[in-house]
């Protein structure tokens, strides 16, 4: 009886297993040496499908900007049928295969058409973020928040302009971008970089019109690791960069 009891525990466990598991994405399977941005399905009615690529275009445009302001290539990536249910998909064995495909961030959502207490339309969403080397650090159990859902409320124009206001919301992609490239940088040793890159997101999310909770862990979270890329490079022995001037501070500014 307890081997029976055993055995259906063990097979009701791994069908959870499996029905939590989000689907696969090809796009994390290119060999090319960009960075990758997954956008996943944005789960919506009916009237509203099918913008999958139209809104993976216009985003890619709209990084054109923060590539610059980078100096990282930056690519989009649609993910057809990917639809996480929430942070919690995003575990350590999900995010190590993501970060050592070159995944940077991941952005999925929901969205509905709705009417206020005026009647008037709406297009309610909860936009979902995933950055990737944050996440890891958050699963080694880093207080800063690597994977969060952020809930939108936009009057309706054009169903991919609305779309690309909530995804990028004012800046926010170009911060989360920084920080992930500068927190992937430090794990590379790559000193310069890390600190260039963790000293621009602090930047950035200062000048977010509309910061939320997650955003000033954040920015605590990218002034420790800009301020452990300068002892980092003192401390190395083969670097002999500007970080080991004795004008350079621990703190960004």
Known sequence: ???????????L??????????????AVNDTSSRAKILLDDIVSESSLQNLLQSLTSRLDANLEQIQ??????????PCANRRPTGPSDFNRSTVDQLNVRGVLMEVWGTTTAVKDS??????????????????????QSQPAPGAFVIPHRAQPSTVVDDLLR????????????SLAVGSKSLRS???DEARKQLCAADVLFTRLKSPIEADAALVKYAKKLAADAVTRARADAKYSGFLKQEGVALSCS
């Not at 009886?1 to 097979?11: D, E, G, N, P, Q």
């Not at 610059?68 to 990536?77: I, Y």
């Not at 979902?128 to 944050?134: A, D, E, K, N, R």
């Open 1 to 11: 009886m307890r081997t029976i009891v055993a055995l259906l525990v063990a097979v």
């Open 189 to 191: 040793s790559q000193w």
């Open 166 to 177: 909530l995804v990028d919301q004012a800046g926010r992609l170009g911060a989360y971008a």
């Open 118 to 139: 005026q009647g008037r339309p709406l297009n309610e969403a909860s936009i979902g973020y995933v950055i990737i080397p944050v996440r890891l650090d958050e699963l």
């Open 13 to 26: 466990g791994t069908a959870a297993s499996a029905h939590a598991q989000i689907a696969p994405c090809s």
């Open 68 to 77: 610059t302001e980078l100096g990282v290539d930056l690519k989009v990536f």
